[in-house]
Each structure stands twice: as C-alpha cells, then as structure tokens.
C-alpha cells in the first residue's frame, strides 16, 4: 500500500524549534519530488516547501524562507522538515505530500498524502 | 505570486443536483491545475490534475475544465459522500498556491 506518515508534532514555545519526519512505504520514494502543505486551524491549504527526487531543487514559501530546512534521506525513504524560529503563525496541521510526476523539476499535482501532523506554537 | 480565487465560497445543494465550482488564477497557468476533495479531519484527496484529467478511482460524475485563468470543477449528481470542502491548485509556478476552499454542504 502506497502511504505516507508524518511524525515530529507537537507543543513548543515561540522562538522554538521542531523536526518533522515522514515515512514513505509502497513506491519508489526516490523517483519522486516530495513536498511540505500545512493547514492553520479552520483555514485553507497552503504550500510550504518542495523538493526535488535528487534534492537539486528545493523551493520555499516567503513565509517560511531562512527559517525552514527540507531535506531526505533517500536511503530511509524519508522526507524531513527542520522548522526554527517558530512563530503562532506557524501553528497548523503539516502534511506530507507525493508530487505525481517522477521527472525532477517539473512541478505536478500532490497525489499522495500522509495523515498530518499538528504544529502548535504557543508559549 | 499567483493569487487563485474560487467561488462561491460556501454552496448549498441536495443529492441528485449538479454542481459547479469556479477557480479564477490572476495569470494565466496553461493547464497546470488540479482540484482536491479534503473532508473534516482527513488529508486532502486529489480529484483532477491537469484541469481536466481524472485522477485513478476518483468517480466520473467529477469532471474538471478550463485552460488559461478560468477553470470548474463539475459534480454532475452530487452524492451523500460528495459533502466536503473543494480547493484548487496552480502548480504552473512557484510558489504553487491553493485557492481559499468551496465548502459544499447539504442543503
């Protein structure tokens, strides 16, 4: 079964810091570019980072640029989000997401998505 | 930043009836959009990808259309399951951008 599991969430204190993880199982995780959408309490979608299947590509949302770091380990089939600085803005469910295509640097819909993880930053 | 606007924001239907959700981009993204289905609690589900193509398992009463800065996602005879919150999403450039949600509820 093709899935995705986010990991890392949890309470932390403005000015703080948290590593997100996502565990990807069914499909050849190396083949894909991989990326980061997280969603404010009763709020709408917003994308947060992506990455390329090689991580020659990396691209962030302004909102979240110098203080966020995506990476993966291809060997672990897993995708990170290293999130410093935190602010109350950032609170949100993040989740996981598949980009469809398999050729890096093209962009494509997310078509695979993990549960989510909760991100409060709250003193 | 391509802003994505849809419309209405909330819509109120019965089973049976035809829906159309409107998706406007600021410029023009070809055809470089997708819409997903995202119910209370749950990740989002993609629907449609490439404005028009249906994605693997997804029933045909959905249908997607448009090219350039206006786009529709289409129930043709909304079911029970069907209640839920819609987004579309430009994926023509970064930053890729979501549109700000069509919640569908009974009427």
């Known amino acids: 079964e093709v899935q995705l599991v986010e990991s890392g969430g949890g309470l932390v204190k403005p000015g703080g810091s948290l590593r997100l993880s996502c565990a990807a199982s069914g ?18 979608l917003e994308w947060v980072s992506s990455i390329s299947s090689s991580s020659s590509y990396i691209y962030y ?16 089939n897993s995708l990170y989000l290293q999130m410093n600085s935190l602010r109350a803005e950032d609170t949100a ?8 295509t398999m050729v890096q640097g093209v962009l494509d819909a997310f078509d695979i998505w993990g549960q989510g993880t909760m991100v409060t930053v709250s003193s | 930043d391509i802003q ?20 406007r981009a600021s410029q023009s993204i070809s055809s470089w959009l997708a819409w997903y289905q995202q119910k209370p609690g749950k ?5 449609i990808y ?3 193509s249906l994605e693997s398992g997804v029933p045909s009463r959905f249908s997607g259309s448009g090219s350039g800065t206006e786009f529709t996602l289409t129930i043709s005879s909304l079911q029970p399951d069907d ?25």
């Open chain 1, 27 to 44: 499909f050849t995780f190396s083949s894909y570019s991989m990326n980061w959408v997280r969603q404010a309490p009763g709020k709408g």
């Open chain 1, 61 to 76: 949302a302004d909102s979240v640029k110098g203080r966020f770091t995506i990476s993966r380990d291809n060997a672990k």
């Open chain 1, 93 to 100: 469910v993040y989740y996981c997401a598949r980009s469809r």
């Open chain 2, 4 to 23: 994505m606007t849809q419309s209405p924001s909330t819509l109120s239907a019965s089973v049976g009836d035809r829906v159309t959700i409107t998706c």
């Open chain 2, 43 to 47: 990740a989002p589900k993609l629907l």
């Open chain 2, 50 to 52: 490439k404005a028009s």
């Open chain 2, 83 to 107: 209640f839920a919150t819609y987004y579309c999403q430009q994926y023509n450039s970064y930053p890729e951008t979501f549109g700000q949600g069509t919640k569908v509820e009974i009427k």
